[in-house]
């Protein structure tokens, strides 16, 4: 009998060290000789939260934008799934025969979305309606200035380990108190030879004129947008590097405003000089000016919509706004440290291990971020039976970098979102056999050769980890 026991023993602990190491499919991966340099990280669960494969699961490395998933999953969670951020447009001061003695004051609640092409249905001609709603007040001329109250988030825009050339590209737009039209601007450029100097033809939006655009880019001889775009949060210059393709017209690149309040205050009051009304632009302060009235009151999309356009065009700015409302929400400052700090003490306590957890921001393109493979899977496992987070898994699915690793069957085989920094790709997902979810997280930090290289051996490996469940 006492034998016998001890066989039970001895094959349950064969069984549960074999589900800790790698199976075949990701065996061959992980000794490809193109990772023979990297770090990986990989946990796999079954339904029911039991790790059945893993590689260096507990190991803190870097994320890049799956960490996109935390946030989003956190914000779910704390904030909900119907939660609006709201833009309130105020009068204060004193209205005297149509004259305004007072300011326009735009009050932020942090609102990542305001004015975005991508909610351009949902919000409609709203700085119209801002302009009307002055103007059925009576007010033809204001002796005062458009203000924006961008205090609802606090901090700097971005996080402090943030990579000094990422900050004045459009990805890196951080979070601001105030967003508007997602925060980024456009430069066209025509080239002509190789090794001539470019000339920018325009921007869209036009640049207040107090932004001056010093061009150093040229014609190269390499194709596609090697570009990039150097400002510093609220400065008044913008430095343009790099090389573009020879002989192009009106090549685009994108950047970041380096003072988005500052553009949008005068885009509005473009908006209501043209609508006939003047501005003198004179600040009122004192007690004379604190009588206020509230005109209108516009509502973002509900958070799951917005959460669905950040998981599939993988959009940071609205992540890193998000993390620093998951820290207001929760008691803590509304900056990238309390909104980390509030993310790590959420799953905390509900019981996962959040040693090794590293947050710098919401987005992952700080390289300081860092997780493990496991805490990620048991947070994806704890959404298993949430419709919002299959909601978000279906639309990151949907994107190239998810298309093109698993190939074009993947509906209905696997829900992902992946991310990509300098030599880091990372997948955060469900993998899907007989209609059973399996969490599952795969970084790889520190490879060699191409991207496209590696997004296909990792497609390789986990289509074989799905036939092998």
């Given amino acids: 009998m006492k034998s016998i026991s001890l066989l039970v023993l001895f094959l349950g602990m064969a069984n549960f060290i074999s589900a800790q190491k790698p199976a075949d499919a990701f065996s061959a991966f992980v000794n490809n000789v193109e990772l023979k340099h990297t770090n990986v990280g990989f946990s796999l669960l079954d339904p029911s939260g039991i790790e059945i494969q893993s590689f260096q699961s507990e190991k803190s490395l870097a994320p890049a934008s799956t960490v996109k998933v935390l946030t989003s999953i956190t914000a779910l969670e704390i904030l ?66 458009i203000l924006i109250d961008d205090r609802a988030l606090e901090g700097d825009r971005n996080a402090g380990s943030t990579a000094l050339n990422d900050v004045g590209n459009y990805y890196g737009a951080g979070a601001p108190g105030f967003s508007f039209m997602d925060n980024e601007f456009t430069v066209f450029f025509n080239t002509t030879g190789s090794g001539t100097a470019s000339v920018v033809v325009k921007t869209e939006p036009s640049l207040p004129m107090s932004i001056e655009l010093v061009n150093e880019v040229r014609a190269g001889n390499k194709s596609g947008d090697n570009v990039i ?31 988005v309040t500052q553009f949008a ?34 509502k973002s999309p509900a958070l799951i919509e917005i959460l669905k356009v950040l998981n599939k065009k993988s959009v940071n700015s609205y992540a890193d706004v998000l993390l620093k ?60 039976e949430n419709e919002q987070v299959n909601k978000i898994m279906n639309e990151a699915s949907l994107s190239f970098s998810v298309k093109s690793m698993w190939g074009a069957a993947f509906k209905g085989q696997i829900q992902a979102k992946s991310g990509y920094i300098g030599r880091v790709i990372a997948y955060a997902g469900y993998i899907i056999r007989d209609g059973k979810k399996y ?31």
């Fill in 229 to 259: 775009i150097y400002s510093l949060d609220g400065g008044n210059q913008v430095f343009l590097k790099g090389e573009l393709p020879p002989n192009m017209k009106d090549f685009k690149v994108r950047g970041a405003f380096p003072d």
């Fill in 265 to 298: 205050q005068a885009y509005l009051q473009r908006a209501i000089e043209s609508a006939g009304i003047s501005v003198t632009e004179v600040e009122k302060n004192g007690p004379l000016f604190m009588n206020s009235k509230e005109l209108v009151r516009t």
């Fill in 325 to 384: 409302h998951i820290g207001k929400a929760s008691g803590r400052a509304a900056t990238f440290e309390g909104g980390a700090e509030a993310v790590k003490a959420f799953w905390k306590e509900k019981g996962l291990d959040t040693n090794g957890i590293y947050i710098e921001d919401g987005s992952g393109l700080s390289r300081k971020n860092n997780i493990t493979a496991k805490f990620m899977t048991e947070v994806l496992q704890s959404q298993l």
């Fill in 80 to 145: 909900g799934y119907d939660h609006k951020f709201v833009t309130t447009l105020i009068i204060q001061g004193t209205i005297i025969e149509g004259r305004l003695i007072g300011n326009v004051i735009v009050k932020s609640g942090g609102d990542p979305t305001l004015g975005a092409p991508d909610f351009k249905t949902h919000y409609g001609d709203f700085m119209g309606e801002w302009v009307k709603a002055i103007k059925a007040e009576g007010i033809s001329e204001i002796d005062g200035r």
């Fill in 439 to 469: 969490p599952f997280y795969l970084t790889v930090n520190n490879f060699s050769g191409s991207t496209s290289g590696m997004r296909t051996l990792i497609g390789t490996a986990l289509r074989g980890v799905r036939l092998e469940l």
